[in-house]
């Protein structure tokens, strides 16, 4: 007998949803049978359970989204000017920084949007140690690279604000500190 108990709706909804998309047909046998298949997927590769706080705030998440976009606008129109324009190659640089935040899902957040923003490939994060090793397009100089570890930070911060219970206990580095030594607030 198949354990329903175990099998977890929401993956199976978003693979009967695929599963359409994939034939192109919205019927109901279509449904029916992405229904049962991913059920079956399920069942015997059941999913690990991920437990995971987040606190979404409507209005951080907005203003993530935003300028993440924004972001992402203005640095294809810079790539792509940096590409198309006579002149020498671009100069780039291989960077590790560290980002504040200790949970995995927000660290992977933070990095696929920079990855997502053309001028900068992340090569490693170390979810351990919050280590981001990342190449930089057009970065000649230690200032131009601080310019942009902050606003990887910022990135971070938006990414915080946005998603985490308690962004300040991450963002406050007084309050970072006193957790790293175990105190109270």
Same mark, same amino acid.
């Given at each position: 007998?198949?354990?329903? &108990?175990?099998?977890?709706?929401?993956?199976?909804?978003?693979?009967?949803?695929?599963?359409?998309?994939?034939?192109?047909?919205?019927?109901?046998?279509?449904?029916?049978?992405?229904?049962?298949?991913?059920?079956?997927?399920?069942?015997?590769?059941?999913?690990?359970?991920?437990?995971?706080?987040?606190?979404?705030?409507?209005?951080?998440?907005?203003?993530?989204?935003?300028?993440?976009?924004?972001?992402?606008?203005?640095?294809?129109?810079?790539?792509?000017?940096?590409?198309?324009?006579?002149?020498?190659?671009?100069?780039? #640089?291989?960077?590790?920084?560290?980002?504040?935040?200790?949970?995995?899902?927000?660290?992977? #957040?933070?990095?696929?949007?920079?990855?997502?923003?053309?001028?900068?490939?992340? #090569?490693?994060?170390?979810?351990?140690?919050?280590?981001?090793?990342?190449?930089?397009?057009?970065?000649?100089?230690?200032?131009?690279?601080?310019?942009?570890?902050?606003?990887?930070?910022?990135?971070?911060?938006?990414?915080?604000?946005?998603?985490?219970?308690?962004?300040?206990?991450?963002?406050?580095?007084?309050?970072?500190? &006193?957790?790293?030594?175990?105190?109270?607030?």
């Amino acid at each position: 007998m198949i354990r329903l &108990q175990r099998v977890q709706w929401v993956p199976a909804l978003w693979l009967t949803v695929v599963w359409v998309l994939l034939w192109g047909n919205l019927t109901a046998a279509n449904v029916l049978a992405g229904l049962v298949l991913s059920v079956i997927v399920l069942v015997v590769f059941p999913l690990p359970s991920l437990v995971v706080r987040v606190t979404v705030r409507p209005v951080a998440l907005t203003v993530l989204l935003v300028r993440f976009l924004a972001d992402l606008a203005l640095a294809s129109m810079q790539v792509a000017w940096l590409a198309l324009r006579p002149g020498p190659g671009v100069p780039g #640089i291989v960077v590790d920084m560290h980002l504040r935040s200790r949970n995995e899902l927000f660290q992977t #957040i933070t990095a696929e949007m920079v990855a997502l923003v053309p001028g900068s490939i992340v #090569i490693d994060l170390e979810p351990g140690t919050g280590t981001l090793t990342l190449h930089l397009f057009n970065v000649s100089t230690r200032r131009e690279a601080e310019q942009h570890r902050h606003r990887i930070l910022a990135q971070e911060a938006r990414v915080l604000r946005a998603l985490d219970p308690d962004p300040e206990a991450v963002l406050d580095p007084r309050r970072r500190r &006193q957790a790293e030594l175990g105190g109270a607030p």
